[in-house]
């Protein structure tokens, strides 16, 4: 058996159009503010995610994540797991204001995630991957360009992820 990285996207909007777990409470706090009190939303992290129910259960429609692959070179990188590459930062553990899809994918894992972490795209775009082996990250800087298609302003788009083994 080996490790595998779950890997989720997000946005920074004040939008309620997003897919997955909700957040019921603040998308109707968003949503009264704005018709009462005439200003915009809250903004807040929202999943990014195409998501679907499968046994009554949420998950992230495989064939549309982002990044799926099993790669200890770029987990290394990422989040110091299973490697001995320089990684990027030491595992900075579940956002606080993580989107409801990211914490309910780390409920649902519970005990066995670990390494959690994040990156927003704007930290992913500053990474000199030039200084790695392009074998190893060449997918995953596949992965950073879709990620420009969630929105325009890099600072407002972020993966979180966590592995399990």
Same mark, same amino acid.
């Given at each position: 058996m080996g490790c595998d990285i779950h890997f989720y996207t997000e946005r920074f909007t004040s939008s309620n159009d997003y897919e997955g777990p909700r957040d019921i409470s603040k998308d /109707?706090?968003?949503? =009264?503010?704005? =018709?009462? %009190?005439?200003?915009?939303?809250?903004? /807040? $992290?929202?999943?990014?995610?195409? $998501?679907?129910?499968?046994?009554?259960s949420w998950v992230v429609d495989w064939d549309k994540q982002y990044y799926g692959g099993r790669n200890y070179v770029l987990f290394s990188i990422l989040a110091d797991v299973r490697g001995d590459e320089v990684p990027i930062d030491s595992p /900075? #553990? =579940?956002?606080?204001?993580?989107? =409801? #899809?990211?914490?309910?994918?780390?409920?649902? $894992? %519970? #005990? %066995?995630?670990?390494?959690?972490?994040?990156?927003?795209l704007s930290e992913l775009l500053t990474v000199d991957w030039s200084g790695y082996e392009s074998d190893y990250v060449s997918e995953f800087l596949d992965t950073i360009e879709s990620m420009k298609s969630i929105d325009k302003d890099p600072s407002k788009i972020r993966c979180c992820f966590f592995f399990d083994n």
């Open positions: /109707r706090n968003n949503k =009264i503010e704005e =018709i009462v %009190d005439g200003k915009p939303s809250t903004e /807040r $992290w929202v999943s990014a995610d195409k $998501w679907v129910k499968e046994d009554g /900075r #553990g =579940i956002p606080g204001d993580a989107s =409801i #899809g990211y914490k309910y994918m780390c409920e649902k $894992w %519970d #005990g %066995d995630a670990h390494s959690h972490s994040y990156f927003t």
